[in-house]
C-alpha cells in the first residue's frame, strides 16, 4: 500500500536548520509531484514548497523563499526539505504530499499524504 512516512522534525532554536525527510513506497515515485504543507494549531493548511517529478521546478510559498529548499532524490523514492534560518512562525506540523501531475500549490489536489512531523522553533 501507499506510504509517506516523514521524519526528522524536532525543536531548534531560531536561527536554526532542520532537515525533513519523506520516504515513500508503494506508488511510482518518479512520476509524481512532491510537496511538503504545514500546519500550525487553530490554522489552515498551508502550501510551504513543491518540486516536479524530475526536480526540474519547484515552487515555494513566500514566506519560507529564500530560507527553504526542497529536493528529490528519485532513486531513493524520498524528497526532504531543508530548513534555514528558521522563525517561531514556522512552528508547525510538516506533511509530505504526492500528486500524479504537475507540482501544485492546493492541498486538495494531492492523493496521497503522510503522517506528519513535529517543527517547533523557540524564540
Known amino acids: 500500500q501507499v506510504q509517506l512516512v516523514e521524519s526528522g522534525g524536532g525543536l531548534v532554536q531560531a536561527g536554526g536548520s532542520l532537515r525533513l525527510s519523506c520516504a515513500t513506497s508503494?506508488?511510482?515515485?518518479?512520476?509524481?509531484?512532491m510537496a511538503w504543507f504545514r500546519q500550525a494549531p487553530g490554522k489552515e493548511r498551508e502550501f510551504v514548497a513543491a518540486?516536479?517529478?524530475?526536480?526540474?521546478?519547484?515552487l515555494y510559498a513566500d514566506s519560507v523563499k529564500g530560507r527553504f529548499t526542497i529536493s528529490r532524490a528519485n532513486a531513493k523514492n524520498t524528497v526532504y526539505l531543508q530548513m534555514n534560518s528558521l522563525k517561531p512562525e514556522d512552528t508547525a506540523v510538516y506533511y509530505c504530499a504526492a500528486r500524479l501531475g504537475f507540482e501544485n500549490t492546493h492541498y486538495e489536489n494531492y492523493n496521497y499524504w503522510g503522517q506528519g512531523t513535529q517543527v517547533t522553533v523557540s524564540s
Open positions: 518540486i516536479r517529478w524530475n526536480g526540474g521546478s519547484s
Open positions: 508503494g506508488f511510482t515515485f518518479s512520476t509524481y509531484a
